[in-house]
């Protein structure tokens, strides 16, 4: 575990191989259960390129009335799926915070998609940390500081691979510069065919 930043904290390989394959199959019942949608940006309602889903009792969503957490899938009108037992567990020993997380960001990016520099301000609860799991194929992530115009730095995520971003980090910049192309995944999963990545994001609304 190495402390990136004030309050960022990288695990490489949190999740061993077998932990990435049963998670895999977990977050594929959940995309079945609760099917990738396209979020749009408020007010252009211009696409993202990434799609999403969510599990847990409250699920992010972005159309053109804004941003904010639901307690049901937007299409289908049906409560997120559960958050599976493992990534709770993966809160309790990555957060330090006393409260389980509420919500489960499900972020799939195809081998084109990006996210631009962001904050995660939308809960209510600034005091619990952010904790993102990455599958599949591997990203350039990009972290700045708490103002858009800080600097800012990039690495990789890997399948595996976890970060914190806790106090002083829990509003700094970041987003995903690019899906970096590979030909083999470990996981021999269909949901990852063609270079595909997905990152999990843990999170306490309210
Ligand atoms: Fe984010």
């Known amino acids: 575990m190495s402390e990136i930043a004030p309050g960022a904290f990288l695990h490489r390989g949190f999740l061993d191989e ?3 394959e049963s998670l895999t199959r977990e977050i594929t019942d959940v995309i079945t259960r609760a099917p990738l949608f396209v979020p749009r940006m408020p007010r252009t309602g211009k696409p993202f390129s990434v799609r999403m889903t ?3 009792s409250l699920g992010w969503v972005s159309d ?7 307690p049901r899938h937007p299409e289908t009108g049906e409560p997120w799926p559960a958050m599976p037992r493992r990534l709770l567990e993966a ?3 990555l957060a330090n915070y006393h409260s389980p997380p509420e919500a489960c960001l499900v972020n799939f990016y195809g081998p084109k998609a990006r996210m631009g520099l962001h904050q995660d301000r939308d809960e209510q609860d600034l005091e619990a940390p952010l904790v993102s799991l990455s599958l599949g194929a591997s990203c350039r992530f990009r972290l700045g500081g708490a103002r858009r115009a800080d600097p800012t730095r990039s690495f990789v995520l890997a399948s595996g691979d976890a970060l914190v971003l806790s106090g002083p980090a829990r509003l700094c910049f970041h987003g995903v510069d690019r899906i970096l ?10 949901v990852f065919e063609g270079g595909a990545r997905i990152n999990l994001t843990l999170r306490r609304v309210t």
Not at 181 to 190: I, N
């Open 54 to 56: 969510n599990c847990g």
């Open 18 to 20: 077998a932990a990435q």
């Open 91 to 93: 809160w309790k020993q």
């Open 181 to 190: 192309p590979s030909l083999t995944t470990a996981l021999a999963s269909p």
């Open 64 to 70: 053109a009335r804004g941003y904010r957490y639901e």
